[in-house]
């Protein structure tokens, strides 16, 4: 009974996790407007203001995959040391400028990987 328990932990924990992680341009684009988690690797950082700062994951701008647009002043991260990280943004699925982007105002919407 113990090792079937364990077992179904094991595969609940890594569905979940496999399902977070894995989005293509068509996925995005077909959830629009819904909440989602996306993971992926930080390319670049643009700090523009102290309300806004554009995480770019999956490539370099202006050939990124997907931009996270931190708005606000409540998320405070290492921004010097970010790139190469892996990262784990929830919020609404949106396009800015036909871009998908994922707008992060407060702070439980960024994990670390």
């Avoid at 606000?72 to 982007?101: M, Q, S, Y």
């Amino acid at each position: 009974m113990k090792k079937l328990l364990t077992l179904f932990v094991f595969i609940a924990a890594f569905a979940f996790k496999a399902s977070a992680q894995s989005f293509n341009s068509q996925d995005f684009k077909d959830n629009i407007g819904k909440t989602k988690t996306l993971c992926d690797v930080v390319s670049s950082v643009k700090i523009f203001s102290d309300t806004l700062t554009l995480i770019n994951m999956g490539g370099d701008y202006p050939n990124q995959k997907y931009t996270i647009a931190v708005k606000g002043n409540k998320i405070t991260l290492d921004w010097a040391n970010l790139k190469g990280k892996t990262i784990c943004v929830t919020g609404v699925f949106e396009l800015h400028k036909n871009r998908p982007e994922i707008v992060a105002a407060q702070p439980d919407q960024i994990e670390f990987k």
